[in-house]
């Protein structure tokens, strides 16, 4: 599965419940505040402007630079 | 962009990553590098704003301290 480093399954989900994924812990590959506050987030992994949003679900490759 | 509007920037700037680890820090709230990153750009944030107050003007109305003068209406308006 695409971005596999990004998610950790919930072992139990129950039926009928909507589940988010809960981010992993990083504080290292962090965009600098001022671009930051362009993009809408400091964390890369947060980064899915539009168009770019559920293509990465079907493995497509989004960011030539190898982002997330 | 003048001093005071790349000044200003970056009050927003550290002001949003401060934002940002608090979002995260709340669904990680005893994450040792969450909790320092979070108090690094607060003290950043509290820093620039201070700085920018002092040469420019206040950025709230709460920090409007100056006794002789509302100078909070003197500061140009954001659409200035």
């Avoid at chain 1, 600098?32 to 168009?51: A, H, M, R, V």
């Avoid at chain 2, 979070?38 to 206040?58: C, I, N, V």
């Avoid at chain 2, 109305?61 to 909070?72: G, I, K, L, Q, V």
Wanted: hydrophobic letters at 35%; one cysteine or more.
């Amino acid at each position: 599965m695409p971005y596999a480093n990004e998610t950790k399954a919930l072992e139990m989900p129950l039926v009928g419940y909507a589940y988010v994924p809960i981010q992993q812990a990083e504080s290292r590959n962090l965009f600098d505040p001022e671009y930051g506050l362009k993009q809408g987030t400091i964390f890369p992994i947060l980064n899915k402007p539009l168009g770019v949003y559920g293509h990465q679900y079907k493995g497509d490759v989004i960011f030539e630079d190898g982002g997330m | 962009m003048n001093d005071r509007e790349a000044l200003l920037q970056k009050v927003q700037a550290f002001s949003f990553a401060e934002k940002e680890w608090n979002l995260y820090l709340d669904t990680h709230p005893t994450d040792r590098d969450g909790l320092m990153m979070h108090k690094r750009m607060a003290d950043k944030a509290k820093e620039l704003t201070a700085e920018f107050e002092s040469k420019y003007g206040p950025l709230n109305t709460m920090n409007a301290t100056n006794p002789n003068c509302f100078d909070w209406i003197n500061s140009p308006w954001p659409w200035d």
